[in-house]
């Protein structure tokens, strides 16, 4: 079993294989491995790295971000705080949004011991998310799986001590997932766009898209 400072290292590279460009994390102490590989992930500019002590606030950030166009995670410690990320996780399995959400745990030796905060985090959003238990490092499977998601996957971390790395991570380039085919957008022909065009206002709902926003760009 790799340690919590190797486990943490290749979550996180393994997030960024799956194309996410922002991590959004709620500090605590059993998720400080993850933290600390976020950092240094953000340092080397491989991710953008947002902090939300409330971690029902960093998940609906995080909500946030993916739905106009950022792929994000949002990460939190073990036990209660990862009940306060069930609305965010609800509402993105409803509105069908690919919110990767990672949840630090205890090895599963210390499961079910009576201690204080061993919430069962494993399928705590229901049948709705799907979930992954990870003791080792998320293989190509659960990449896979990850960036071609169509609503939030869950993967829980086993993080056993120590929690904090005994040195600094200097991640290398990371080779993303190729991008799928951008849809080709269609804009109605007869609202004039460009310079020299009347102004114009653009009412779109929640799930209008990309062309929307470009519309309205213009």
């Known amino acids: 079993m790799p340690t919590a400072t190797e486990l943490a290292r290749a979550v996180v590279t393994a997030l960024l ?57 949002v990460m939190c410690t073990s036990g209660t705080a990862v009940a306060n990320l069930h609305p965010s996780v609800l509402e993105a399995a409803h509105a069908g949004v690919p919110l990767a959400v990672v949840t630090a745990d205890r090895p599963a030796r210390l499961r079910e011991t009576g201690a204080n905060q061993v919430t069962d985090q494993v399928g705590i959003f229901g049948l709705l998310v799907a979930t992954r238990d990870l003791a080792d490092a998320p293989d ?27 040195d600094r991570w200097q991640p290398g380039t990371i080779e993303a997932r190729p991008a799928p ?7 109605h022909e007869s609202i004039p766009t460009g310079p020299g065009t009347p102004r114009t206002v653009v009412v779109a709902g929640d799930d209008a898209g990309p062309p929307s926003r470009i519309l309205a760009q213009d």
């Open 17 to 73: 294989e799956a194309r996410v460009t922002d991590i959004v994390i709620a500090p605590g102490s059993r998720n400080a491995p993850l933290s600390f590989a976020v950092l240094d992930a953000s340092r080397a500019g491989l991710v953008r790295l947002h902090t939300r002590i409330d971690e029902r606030s960093a998940g609906f950030f995080a909500l946030g971000l993916t739905k106009v166009g950022s792929r994000a995670a």
């Open 140 to 166: 190509e499977n659960d990449i896979a799986a990850l960036d071609s998601a169509r609503g939030p996957v869950h993967w829980n971390i086993q993080l056993d001590d120590p929690l904090t790395p005994p």
């Open 181 to 187: 085919p951008r849809p080709e957008l269609m804009i």
